[in-house]
């Protein structure tokens, strides 16, 4: 049962445009939302959070949005530029009471930028 | 600051022979965790290890073994390697309550 799930495989935009990278869970208690970035042959690395508490947290040109009525998630990356592209995964973990997070992946989104 | 390595970057087995993969830290994190990477599934997490001297399960455990050898290291070992044991694994970092990750560049196993 996947109970992260980012819907597209890939997206191409243009330069300059808007990329909007989606995310869908199931599990209701999830509580942190976190995305991150890989390029190929490199590991991934974190980009943005956001917890259930907030709608909408920015980081530059990046910003994520949550839904949580319609356990939705939305990655913004506006103006998008060719550095970008990358494949972007949605994680997700329940509210922690210890310490070690379990993060649960969506299976990626292939962003490519074209210049 | 290296941040988190690991070792091999590459491997190939055949099937039914053992080895280890090695995860290093010099982030002083207490958590560190093991994942497998498979094409159109993402990330799935085979065992973590919240603090030194603990390790748990995660998604996918079986086929594997793990040890917390210190703070800063924590290995995984598969005894006899399978072909469903092909992916690319990586071993990634935590500190306390922060819920980020950090991951280690990868390990590229091919099992024949």
């Known amino acids: 049962d996947q109970q992260v799930k980012q819907n597209s495989p890939s997206l191409s935009v243009q330069e300059g445009r808007i990329s909007i990278l989606n995310c869908d869970y199931t599990?209701?208690?999830?509580?942190?939302f976190l995305w991150y970035k890989k390029y190929p042959a490199e590991g991934p690395t974190f980009l943005i959070s956001?917890?259930?508490?907030?709608d909408k947290n920015e980081d530059g040109r990046f910003t994520v949005f949550l839904n949580k009525s319609a356990k939705h998630l939305s990655l913004h990356i506006v103006p998008s530029q060719p550095g970008d592209s990358a494949v972007y995964f949605c994680?997700?973990?329940?509210?922690?009471?210890?310490?070690?997070?379990?993060?649960?992946f969506g299976e990626g989104t292939q962003l490519t930028v074209n210049p | 600051n290296a941040g988190v390595t690991q070792t091999p970057k590459f491997q190939v087995l055949k099937t039914g022979q053992s080895m280890t993969l090695q995860c290093a830290q010099d982030?002083?994190?207490?958590?560190m965790y093991w994942y497998r990477q498979d094409p159109g599934m993402g990330l799935r997490l085979i065992y973590y290890?919240?603090?030194?001297?603990?390790?748990d399960k995660g998604e996918v455990p079986n086929g594997y073994n793990v040890s917390r050898l210190n703070k800063r290291e924590f290995s995984l070992r598969l005894e006899s390697a399978a072909p469903s044991q092909t992916s690319v694994y990586f071993c990634?970092?935590?500190?306390?309550?922060?819920?980020?990750?950090?991951f280690g560049p990868g390990t590229r196993l091919t099992v024949t």
């Open positions: 994680a997700a973990s329940p509210l922690r009471k210890t310490s070690g997070s379990r993060l649960t």
């Open positions: 599990n209701s208690m999830f509580d942190y």
């Open positions: 956001i917890s259930s508490i907030k």
């Open positions: 982030m002083n994190h207490n958590s």
């Open positions: 290890s919240a603090s030194e001297g603990t390790t």
């Open positions: 990634a970092t935590g500190q306390g309550f922060s819920y980020e990750q950090y």
